[in-house]
């Protein structure tokens, strides 16, 4: 048991290093983007990029995690088999991608509608090249995950927001920055970043043929696993990002601009959360038996608790180093900021052990958790929005994300309690 922690722990440090670095970085993107843009036009940003988080998910979590279970090798049990998994996953990708596309074509001006200030259509076709660059990004990410290479996804992981700064810096240098050439360069830097991360992915495909009958099987083994993941996942993230969606109908962009900037500095705890779900996840997934899940419940709760810990200044300092990283003019992030953290807080406690309900099976106990909190997200924060503005959407946030961990917790302990006891099963045998 002592090794299993030792193990779970360095393979935690690394990846704890590579977040580590990677938050720092996002935190710099972060703080250029809200000195060089105009509080109107990082308003305008910010609801590009929460429109964008929505829609990659099309192509992101559900499929990628689908790719994790089937794909390692002990799940897949043959090379060629992995192979297809990733193969099926680059496909189920590409049919996303274009449905997404299409939305965003056919239909702008009812997307316009849900998603507030009718000047986001000038960012549409940069939208659009994110989620198609995301989705080939995450799927490096998610191929190096099954194979359990921590360093290789440790150095690539950061390689985005280091992208990110030099073209930022590169722009700075050469022209003010505005927020649909933002926009442009975060798209931009997915696709660089596929090409620096290496094509150790690519070369395994390509020398490894391909076979029809056990592609459509795995193809379809990979869509019954990845479609509960895939609408869990939607419906999280337009969960996270209600909040900006419905405070483009209720407030001026340089509202949104202040709430989000609070929302912008507690990423660190989203990226400690992802660090511990990558480390975690494909562990689990061999878990068949109560005490096996309730061991890896209880070093990921481990996990959690430290990290939680460690993120403590965030809460503390907070008066000290908003005004000095944001500016003056978003000192009135500070208390959003405080209220949000302990929402964040409560993720990072309980999402990681989603990975339970996968390794169960219980994908639609996920997404029906996620989509009726979504359903009742949108009147509890047009309720907040319109009575108290942003501060009142803050407190709907730390809410929603509360119920969010207990829902989640609660099945977790529920599936543990009913999953089989090895003794029993053993005793059975020899009667």
């Known amino acids: 048991m002592k090794e299993v922690i030792r193990g779970d722990l360095r393979h ?25 843009l105009q509080p109107e036009e990082y308003g305008l940003f910010s609801a590009a990029v929460a429109v964008t988080l929505v829609a990659q998910e099309l192509v992101g979590r559900g499929i990628n995690d689908a790719m994790v279970r089937l794909g390692t090798d002990a799940a897949a049990g043959s090379p060629a088999r992995v192979a297809e998994v990733f193969r099926s996953g680059l496909v189920l990708k590409g049919i996303f991608s274009l449905l997404a596309i299409i939305v965003f074509l056919l239909v702008p001006g009812a997307t316009i509608k849900i998603f507030g200030y009718s000047r986001l259509r000038q960012s549409f076709p940069a939208l659009m090249a994110s989620i198609v660059g995301f989705g080939i990004w995450s799927f490096v990410l998610a191929w190096h995950q099954a194979r359990m290479s921590f360093g290789r996804l440790a150095l690539v992981q950061p390689v985005y927001n280091l992208l990110r700064i030099v073209c930022y810096l590169a722009v700075m240098a050469l022209f003010p920055l505005r927020w649909i050439p933002a926009v442009w360069i975060m798209a931009g830097t997915f696709f660089l970043s596929v090409l620096l991360a290496g094509g150790e992915p690519w070369r395994t495909l390509a020398r490894t043929p391909c076979d029809g009958n056990l592609f459509r099987q795995t193809f379809s083994d990979l869509w019954r696993c990845s479609g509960w993941g895939m609408l869990a996942a939607l419906a999280f993230v337009s969960l996270s990002r209600m909040d900006i969606f419905v405070l483009t109908h209720h407030a001026a962009a340089q509202k949104v601009a202040i709430y989000n ?9 989203d990226l400690g959360t992802a660090t511990i779900i990558t480390v975690m996840t494909p562990k689990v997934v061999h878990c068949e038996y109560r005490d096996e899940m309730a061991q890896w419940a209880g070093r990921t709760f ?51 052990f989603v990975g339970v309900l996968y390794a169960r099976r219980a994908y639609h106990v996920v997404a029906a958790i996620q989509v009726f909190l979504l359903a009742v997200s949108v009147p509890a924060y047009i309720l907040a929005a319109s009575r108290a503005g942003i501060v009142g959407v803050a407190w709907a946030t730390f809410g929603l994300r509360v119920a969010n961990a207990l829902f989640i917790l609660s099945c977790v302990v529920l599936l543990i309690k009913r999953a089989p006891r090895r003794r029993w099963l053993a005793a059975r045998g020899t009667t």
């Open 261 to 269: 900037a609070a929302w912008q500095m507690m990423t660190i705890i």
């Open 302 to 352: 481990f996990l959690c608790l430290v990290t939680a810990l460690l993120s403590s200044p965030l809460l503390f300092l907070a008066q000290w180093y908003v005004p000095r990283f944001l500016g003056s003019g978003y000192s009135q992030s500070v208390p959003l900021l405080r209220i949000i953290y302990w929402g964040n807080v409560s993720a990072l406690l309980s999402f990681p």
């Open 12 to 36: 935690v440090l690394l990846m704890g290093l590579s977040t580590g670095g990677n938050a720092v970085l996002g935190f710099m993107v972060g703080i250029m983007l809200v000195r060089a």
